[in-house]
C-alpha cells in the first residue's frame, strides 16, 4: 500500500518523553505517511514539564496505556501504523492484535505474556523499580548512571548522557510490575493475541547489545507468533542498544521500518 498519508502512530516506552520521535515523524511524513506521537497518560507536553509533575503519570498501568492509544486511534480517518520501542512495542502488539492497527513495529518491545526467559542485564534494569513495592504507584526515574546500562551501553559516555539530558522523564513503575508477574496472572494486561490469524502484519526489531531488551526476549516474543499465519518479521542490529530509537544511528532504524511497510503493508 502506499503511504498516501496513512496515519502512523509512535508510541514511546518507559522513560523517555514522547517528543524524542521527533525525527521519525519529520522522516515518515516526508515519506508520505502522516504520523503523530502522543504521549502516554498524564504526560505534559513537555520533558521539562513532565520532570516538574511526576504524579501526573504515577499508578498509570498498561491497560490504561493500551486504552489511552485506543483512544486516539479512534479519532482517526483510518486504522494507523502503529510503531512502538521497549513498553510501547508491547502496547503496539496489543494494539495489533486487538485490530485497532493495520501494521505494526515493535523495537526491542517489553515481553508479553508467554515469554519465560529474562536474561540477568533485563532483571536489572526491571529491579529500579520492583525492588521497592511502593514504587508500583509511583513514577519512577532513572540515574544517569542507570540509563547508561539500560540504554546507553552501546553508546560513547558523552552521547549516552546528552540523551539522558534531552529526553528522560519520570515514568509509571505499575507496567513493570504487571510485566514480572504476567505469567502468573491468567488476565495479565501484558497478554497478546498472539494466534490472531487476521492482523495486520508485525515487526520485531531487536539491538544485539541490549540491556534492556535482550535478543533472547525478542526472539522469544517471535515464536509465541507461531499460530498465527499472519506476517511476523524479525531483524535484529547486532550492534546496538536500547537507545536505537533515538542515538546517532536512529535512521538506519527508521529506514528499515519504511523498506519494511513499503514491501509488507499492501
Known amino acids: 500500500m502506499e503511504p498516501a498519508s496513512t496515519p502512523v502512530v509512535f508510541v514511546h516506552g518507559l522513560w523517555l518523553h514522547a517528543t524524542s520521535w ?3 515523524v519529520d522522516l515518515f511524513k516526508e515519506a508520505g ?3 503523530v506521537a502522543p504521549g502516554w497518560p498524564g504526560t505534559a507536553d513537555t520533558v521539562e514539564e513532565t520532570r516538574r509533575q511526576p504524579e501526573r503519570v504515577a499508578g498509570k498501568g498498561i491497560e490504561d496505556v493500551v486504552q489511552h492509544y485506543a483512544g486516539i486511534i479512534g479519532g482517526l480517518a483510518a486504522k494507523p501504523v502503529v510503531i512502538g520501542h521497549s513498553f510501547g512495542g508491547l502496547i503496539v502488539q496489543r494494539l495489533l492484535g486487538q485490530d485497532l492497527a493495520a501494521a505494526g513495529v515493535a523495537i526491542d518491545p517489553a515481553p508479553i505474556k508467554g515469554v519465560l526467559y529474562l536474561p540477568l542485564s533485563a532483571l536489572r534494569v526491571a529491579s529500579i523499580a520492583l525492588r521497592q ?4 504507584d509511583k513514577a519512577v526515574s532513572l540515574t544517569a548512571e542507570q540509563f547508561r546500562y539500560g540504554f546507553g551501553n552501546a553508546l560513547p559516555a558523552e552521547e549516552s548522557t546528552e ?6 522523564v519520570p515514568s509509571p513503575g505499575k507496567p513493570l510490575f504487571e510485566d514480572a508477574l504476567a505469567n502468573f496472572t491468567p488476565r495479565s494486561p501484558a497478554k497478546v493475541a498472539t494466534s490472531n490469524k487476521a492482523r495486520g502484519p508485525l515487526l520485531l526489531i531487536s539491538g544485539g547489545q541490549d540491556h534492556t531488551v535482550p535478543p533472547p526476549v525478542v526472539t522469544a516474543t517471535r ?6 499465519p499472519a506476517i511476523t518479521d524479525f531483524r535484529e542490529f547486532a550492534d546496538r ?4 530509537t533515538i542515538d546517532h544511528g536512529w535512521h538506519e532504524i527508521a529506514q528499515e521500518a519504511l523498506d519494511w511497510l513499503k514491501h509488507r503493508f499492501r
Open 22 to 24: 521527533g525525527p521519525w
Open 33 to 35: 505517511y502522516a504520523p
Open 133 to 136: 513495592p511502593a514504587n508500583r
Open 163 to 168: 540523551l539522558f539530558e534531552r529526553w528522560t
Open 223 to 228: 515464536r509465541l507468533y507461531h499460530k498465527s
Open 241 to 244: 542498544g536500547h537507545s536505537l
